[in-house]
């Protein structure tokens, strides 16, 4: 790579880092400022474990990232955060199982924001235990265990093995799996590799700020240990 390519891609990747990390303290906006809510449940089914995070920006989805101080909070399930990213400004909370999830947003000592998560939101779904090897050099259907698609769902399945990853997505109402062709395998060669799954859901928020708007997502995921042949 040569050192002017060098530059440009670095310059890139740092002028990301800055808008990434662009962000306002709670206490600097004027109380009647409309905020964006972001609000995310993860299900890994693999890990049986449900991972919960928040995210805030001024007026809408472009907006700068909010850190909530003072007055201002998240609870989950009546819990504070567990763990903070700075970069995004996420506030993340875990627990084991999979598990409803309330988001209580302290917007100020005294406006209250509620928007829940619930299990049944979405099918549970997971890669088939009778799903042992796939033929890389054989086109066909891949069918996960659960209902087929609904409105505003999707669902990715991947295939990891050693660094390369290729990934196909179904997102059209009542699809019930993914055809795998086998031009999408050629990166791929005989021997272990890992499947992962990821079924997606966003629907808007029970309670938005304004015209600020948000939205809810819920994913459930899945992984298994697989054999490529040929």
């Known amino acids: 790579m040569t050192r002017q390519v060098f530059t440009y891609l670095f310059t890139i990747l740092l002028g990301f880092g800055f808008i990434s990390c662009e962000k306002i303290n709670s206490n600097d906006l004027a109380d009647d400022t409309p905020v964006y809510q972001s609000y995310k449940l993860v299900y890994d089914n693999y890990m049986n474990e449900t991972t919960a995070t928040a995210e805030f920006k001024v007026r809408n989805s472009s907006g700068v990232h909010i850190k909530l101080v003072e007055d201002s909070n998240v609870k989950f399930n009546g819990e504070r955060h567990h763990d903070y990213w700075p970069l995004f400004h996420e506030y ?4 084991r199982g999979f598990s409803d999830v309330d988001f209580i947003y ?3 000592w005294d406006r209250d924001f509620v928007n829940s998560i619930y299990t049944d939101d979405i099918a549970y779904t997971t890669i088939p235990n009778d799903l042992e ?3 890389l050099f054989s086109s066909g259907r891949l069918y996960w265990n659960g209902s087929p698609l609904s409105y505003d769902e999707s669902i990715t399945i991947s295939i990891e093995q050693s660094g390369t990853t290729i990934s196909k997505t179904a997102g059209r109402r009542n699809s019930e799996y993914i055809y795998l062709d086998s031009d999408d395998m050629r990166n ?3 021997g272990p590799a890992t499947i992962h799954l990821e079924r997606e859901k966003r629907y808007r928020l029970d309670e938005e700020d304004g015209y600020a708007g948000g939205k809810k997502i819920i994913i459930m995921k899945d992984k298994k240990q697989i054999y490529l042949y040929e």
């Open 106 to 108: 302290n917007k100020n």
């Open 133 to 135: 090897e796939i033929d």
């Open 188 to 190: 791929l060669y005989p």
């Open 92 to 95: 993340i909370w875990r627990t």
